[in-house]
């Protein structure tokens, strides 16, 4: 049997990283202004831009302000130069935002609950450099604006960012990615992209953590000021990085965020190093007495949270998962279990876990025998279960088996609406939330694939034109739930609807002006308004959230359909769920080896090669035309026999062929003649 490639260009090894061009990241930490976006009463504001060769000014007379644009989202420290000043007592001030909506010649965006933050400001005595201290640096903004105020004249020589993302990396070698995705949308390449970015931005010095500074204090105390001071710079995890929440704040450890952030970062940069500084951070929290762990890294305060604590053990799996490491597991092994405990401990006599604390992602209604909390717990239940085989510690798994099993039926009995075909919030309620039942889904809380497919279709009836709304948190489009419900369609085997999603939601997260067309936003409302129902301070929210990258992992997983099943990739599969697509290509890296896979939808074949680690091994499924035929899957290295599958007409659905040799593989299926 002779196989035709489709395939002209293999991908390269690691030294050329594919699709370059659609890599945010900045080729150099030095960083200027490429555009501008207002200015008034300044002489030659252009000669500030990035395209502007000369050493000439910008001059600032009298009241004067120009605000730059640097296309993207970026973050970092700024610097001056000056070349001349009328007198030794003038000040420049400097402010940022994310958004074009907060660009301002007197305030920055926010990072407290009300007003806005104050402008940086530089007392300018003489020609020179003046570069903001490092606490000043600012976590993300896309607009930096100069102002000058009172009489007399500055002439600003240069303004440059440090870019201090991804402090880890060498300084030209940010874009060079492990991972790429690209297929026949190219908008859907584009938030692949700009998901692994967003990570990158969340990626920080871990000693200029925490924008929450006025925490403790009464946020209405600012009410409209544009005056909030601000600084970034507590100390937040170990080591030298560390994976944060969003970029402008609130720079600190949320375990919930990171259980989206962390399979986007594996497919695209495999930045473990950042993941374990910041679960570990989590972990150093754990009350020795309770097993609670915090809901968030420090220095936030003391809080209960029954999902986040969960998340947190459920990063401990992600990591197990995405790098195979026993030794790492192995050492959190007895910390995980305590705090399983702890939340086991919650289960009453309806075999439901009671959650008598309302702190989740800041939806509101959390209590009670919630669904999604509940779901949760059962799919850590089920992660804990095969944790514990790997570790050959099988004494508790009888008791969580049982556990889990009587969650499951407690919960379909209970919570299972079956006229609306979705789970209520709780007993006592109407409300059918998105984070619980795209839990339930993802977390096989559902007994059949009918009742995974109602949930998938009923969370799709409700979009808006802007996006899946999440009524537990008000009018509000969360891009972290949303993530969710993308893994609930690809569960529930209805791809088109994900990639529908992606496209309506992060299309326009990453096309609409308002936006930074860089990185993802946190939040906002069901009619496209940047207000986030938690927040009364919508200059506040951030635009560069973990927790919104979603689809980044969901293409590489889902749509390519490259699965790390257990142990680094020891064992996986490759299921690739087109959804209308016609081309794929993706790939990424463990600590076990490469993974990638192409795809080729025909007219009457499909066409796929991919390549595993040697030494693992693996299940294929290929996608199959509506028509009679047949799979035939080659072992181009290493001469494997051939494996041949004939497929009737009446199967419907993917052929998977299981039990197969990592190593490189075409793989055809072929409609009859
Ligand atoms: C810019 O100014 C610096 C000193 O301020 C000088 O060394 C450099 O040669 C100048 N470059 C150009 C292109 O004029
Ligand atoms: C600052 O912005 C305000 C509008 O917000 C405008 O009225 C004022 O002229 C600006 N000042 C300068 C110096 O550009
Ligand atoms: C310039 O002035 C206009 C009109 O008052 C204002 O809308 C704009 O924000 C100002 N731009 C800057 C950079 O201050
Ligand atoms: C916060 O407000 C309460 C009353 O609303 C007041 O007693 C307290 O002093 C305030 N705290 C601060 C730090 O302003
Ligand atoms: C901020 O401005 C308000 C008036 O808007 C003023 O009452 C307050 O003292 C200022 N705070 C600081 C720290 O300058
Ligand atoms: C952080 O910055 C603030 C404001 O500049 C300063 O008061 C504080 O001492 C700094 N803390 C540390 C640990 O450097
Ligand atoms: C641990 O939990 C106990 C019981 O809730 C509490 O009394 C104690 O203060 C906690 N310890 C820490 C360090 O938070
Ligand atoms: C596995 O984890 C251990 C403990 O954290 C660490 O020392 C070791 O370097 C890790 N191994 C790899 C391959 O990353
Ligand atoms: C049950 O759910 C509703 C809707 O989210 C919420 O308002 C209510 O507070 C919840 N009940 C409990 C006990 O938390
Ligand atoms: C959950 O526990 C709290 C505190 O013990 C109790 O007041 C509440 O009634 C319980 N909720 C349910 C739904 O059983
Ligand atoms: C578990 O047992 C298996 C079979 O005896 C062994 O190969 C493996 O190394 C053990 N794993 C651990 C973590 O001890
Ligand atoms: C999900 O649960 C059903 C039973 O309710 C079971 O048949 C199925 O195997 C489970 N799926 C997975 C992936 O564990």
Redesign the pocket.
């Known amino acids: 049997m002779k196989l035709l490639s489709v395939f002209t260009a293999l991908v390269s090894t690691a030294s050329c990283t594919p699709y370059s061009q659609y890599i945010l990241a900045p080729k150099s930490r030095t960083l200027h202004p490429v555009s501008i976006h207002s200015s008034n009463n300044t002489l030659n504001p252009e000669n500030l831009l990035s395209s502007c060769a000369s050493n000439s000014s910008a001059v600032f007379s009298g009241p004067a302000a120009t605000a730059y644009d640097f296309g993207i989202n970026i973050a970092g420290l700024v610097s001056l130069s000056v070349s001349s000043t009328s007198s030794s007592t003038q000040r420049i001030g400097v402010t940022f935002s994310e958004s074009s909506l907060w660009v301002s010649n007197s305030s920055s965006d926010a990072t407290a609950l009300d007003g806005k933050d104050e402008p940086l400001w530089f007392d300018i005595n003489s020609a020179g450099t003046y570069t903001a201290?490092r606490?000043k640096e600012r976590g993300a903004f896309r607009y930096l604006t100069l102002v000058h105020d009172g009489e007399g004249s500055v002439d600003v020589q240069d303004v440059q960012v440090w870019y201090t993302a991804m402090p880890h990396w060498a300084d030209d070698a940010l874009g060079e990615y492990t991972g790429w995705f690209h297929c026949d949308d190219d908008l859907l390449n584009r938030i692949w992209y700009a998901g692994a970015y967003t990570n990158q931005l969340c990626t920080i010095d871990p000693s200029y953590g925490n924008a929450l500074v006025h925490l403790q204090e009464n946020g209405s105390s600012f009410f409209d000021a544009v005056n909030v001071t601000w600084?970034s710079?507590?100390t937040i995890t170990e080591g030298k990085s560390a994976l944060v929440d969003g970029a402008k704040r609130d720079r600190l450890v949320w375990a919930g965020d990171m259980s989206i952030a962390v399979p986007a970062v594996v497919v695209s940069t495999n930045d473990v190093i950042s993941i374990e500084n910041s679960l570990n951070s989590l972990f150093a929290l754990q009350n020795s007495s309770t097993g609670q762990l915090p809901y968030a890294g420090r220095p936030f305060p003391t809080t209960l949270s029954f999902t986040y604590h969960l998340y947190t053990l459920i990063g401990v799996a992600d990591h197990y998962l995405y790098t195979g490491n026993i030794t790492y597991l192995t050492t959190l092994w007895p910390q995980f279990k305590f705090a399983l405990s702890f939340s086991l401990s919650f289960i009453d006599s309806t075999n439901l876990m009671n959650v008598t604390s309302p702190f989740d992602w800041l939806r509101f209604g959390m209590g009670g025998h919630n669904i999604e909390a509940n779901a949760i717990l059962y799919h850590t239940l089920n992660q804990a279960i095969s944790l514990a085989s790997a570790l050959n510690d099988t004494a508790p798994i009888p008791s969580w088996t049982t556990t889990a099993s009587s969650l499951k039926t407690a919960a379909n009995t209970l919570l299972w609406d079956n006229t609306a075909g979705l789970y209520r919030d709780n007993e006592t309620t109407s409300l059918h939330p998105q984070d619980g039942n795209a839990w339930a889904v993802l977390s096989n809380l559902t007994y059949t694939p009918t009742q995974a497919y109602r949930i998938s279709s009923g969370l799709q009836s409700r979009w808006t034109p802007f996006g899946a709304p999440a009524p537990e948190a008000a009018d509000a489009i969360s891009p972290f739930i949303s993530g969710f419900e993308l893994q609930t369609h690809f569960s529930a085997r209805r791809a088109s609807a994900a990639l529908a999603l992606m496209r309506l939601q992060w299309g326009f997260m990453l096309d609409d002006p308002r936006m930074t067309n860089s990185s993802f936003i946190e939040g906002y409302s069901t009619s496209g308004d940047l207000r986030y129902a938690p927040y009364v301070n919508d200059a506040r929210i951030s635009h560069a959230h973990g927790w919104a990258t979603g689809p980044t992992a969901s293409l590489s997983s889902y749509v390519a359909g490259l699965q790390v099943v257990r142990a680094g990739g020891a064992e996986w599969k490759v299921a690739p769920q087109m959804g209308g697509l016609r081309r794929v290509d993706a790939g990424f890296e463990t600590g076990v080896g490469r993974f990638r896979v192409q795809v080729d939808v025909g007219e009457r074949r499909v066409d796929m090669e991919f390549e595993t680690p040697e030494g693992t091994a693996g299940e294929v499924t290929v996608p199959r035309l509506e028509c009679e035929g047949r799979v035939v899957m080659q072992n181009v290295e290493g001469g494997c026999g051939d494996v041949v599958v004939e497929v009737a007409a009446k199967d419907v659905g993917p052929v998977s062929v299981a039990d197969v040799k990592g190593g490189k593989w075409k793989v055809a299926f072929t409609c009859s003649e």
């Open positions: 201290p606490a600084w710079n507590a």
